[in-house]
C-alpha cells in the first residue's frame, strides 16, 4: 500500500463516483476532515469557475484587497524556496511550441505600437553607454576576426557590381568632401601642417573668391581647390592656403611657385596678383609666408 501522502491529513477510503483511484489500490485518496476526494473537489471548484468568471475575479480581487500582505508574503516565501523548480519549470513552459508563436506575435506588435518609443531609448542608451560600446565592439572583432574578414571577402565577392555603383555614387554626391580628405591625407604624408577642411568652411571661401578662379577669372569651372604655396614647397593644408582656381589653371601651375607661374601667364595682371595677395592677408614681399589656419 503506497503511503507516499501526509497521513494526518488524507486517507485511503471507498471509490468515489468519478473513479478517482489511488494508484493501483482500488481506493480513492480522502480528507480526513470532511471525507472528500481532493480531486472531485478541485474538478467542481473549476467547473464552478468557467460557469462564474465575473463572480470568481471579483471574489479573487476582494480576497487580496483584505489579504494582500499575507499574500505577497506567501508568494515571496513560495518562491524563496522554490527557485529552482520554479525556474525548472518556466523554462518548459517556454519551449513549447504555441508559447513560443504566442510570444513572437505579442513582441512584434509590442515593437510596432512602441516603434518610435523604442527608437528613442536606444538612441538615448546608445549615446549615454558609447564607452561600453565601443569597448564591446572592440573585444568582438577580436574574437571574431577571421569569421568578419571571410564574411566580408564573401559578400564583396558576390556584390562587385552594387559595390562598384554605389562607389560611384558616393564619389558623385562628396566628390568635394573626398578631394578635401585626398588633400589632407597628401599634407599628412608630406609632413606639413595641416587642418581638417570643412565643406561649409569653403563654400563660404568660394563666396570670398566671388565663384571664379583668382588667377584667369574663369566662372564657368570646372573649379579646383589649389594650394597656392604647394605642399612640395612646404606650403600648408589650411583654409587660408586654399584658394578657388579653374582646372586649366590648377593643373598647369601644379607645383611652380605662385607668383614665378602667375607672372609667366598671358592673363597675369599686377593689380589681380595684389587683389588675391589682400584676400589672402599677404603682400609682394612676404607672399610666401606660411598661414596656420
Known amino acids: 500500500m503506497p503511503l507516499d501522502f501526509d497521513e494526518d491529513k488524507f486517507y485511503l477510503g471507498k471509490l468515489c463516483t468519478r473513479n478517482h483511484e489511488w494508484g493501483d489500490t482500488g481506493l480513492t485518496l480522502r480528507k480526513k476532515k470532511d471525507y472528500a476526494c481532493p480531486r472531485c473537489v478541485c474538478l ?8 462564474n468568471k465575473k ?19 506567501r508568494k515571496k516565501s513560495y518562491v524563496a524556496a522554490n527557485k529552482e523548480k520554479i525556474k525548472e519549470s518556466s523554462h518548459q513552459y517556454n519551449l513549447r511550441p504555441e508559447v513560443k508563436e504566442a510570444k513572437s506575435r505579442y ?6 505600437r512602441k516603434r518610435l518609443k523604442l527608437a528613442r531609448q536606444n538612441k538615448l542608451w546608445r549615446i549615454k553607454n558609447a564607452d561600453v560600446l565601443k569597448i564591446r565592439r572592440q573585444e568582438y572583432v577580436k574574437k571574431n576576426k577571421d569569421r568578419i574578414l571571410r564574411s566580408r571577402a564573401k559578400y564583396r565577392e558576390e556584390n562587385r557590381d552594387l559595390i562598384r555603383q554605389q562607389h560611384r555614387e558616393s564619389y558623385r554626391r ?5 578631394k578635401a580628405f585626398a588633400n589632407l591625407r597628401r599634407a599628412k604624408k608630406k609632413q606639413v601642417h ?3 577642411v570643412q565643406e561649409k568652411d569653403l563654400d563660404q571661401r568660394k563666396s570670398l573668391f566671388d565663384n571664379k578662379c583668382v588667377y584667369c577669372g ?3 569651372g570646372p573649379f ?13 593644408h589650411v583654409l587660408g592656403n586654399l584658394v578657388l582656381t579653374c582646372a586649366s589653371c590648377n593643373l598647369t601651375k601644379n607645383k611652380k611657385d605662385p607668383y614665378e607661374w602667375y607672372s609667366a601667364q598671358d ?16 603682400t609682394p614681399a612676404n607672399y610666401n609666408q606660411l598661414p596656420l589656419l
Not at 467542481?44 to 460557469?51: E, F, G, I, L, P
Not at 470568481?56 to 505577497?72: C, G
Open 174 to 178: 562628396n566628390k568635394d568632401k573626398r
Open 107 to 112: 513582441n512584434k506588435a509590442y515593437k510596432e
Open 224 to 236: 579646383h581647390w589649389d594650394h597656392f604655396l604647394p605642399l612640395c614647397l612646404g606650403g600648408s
Open 194 to 196: 595641416n587642418l581638417l
Open 44 to 51: 467542481r471548484s473549476n467547473q464552478w469557475a468557467k460557469r
Open 218 to 220: 574663369n566662372q564657368n
Open 55 to 73: 463572480a470568481n475575479a471579483r471574489y479573487s480581487r476582494e480576497y487580496y484587497e483584505r489579504n494582500k500582505y499575507d499574500v505577497l508574503y
Open 267 to 282: 592673363f597675369f595682371s599686377v593689380r589681380k596678383w595684389n587683389k588675391l595677395l589682400k584676400l589672402l592677408g599677404k
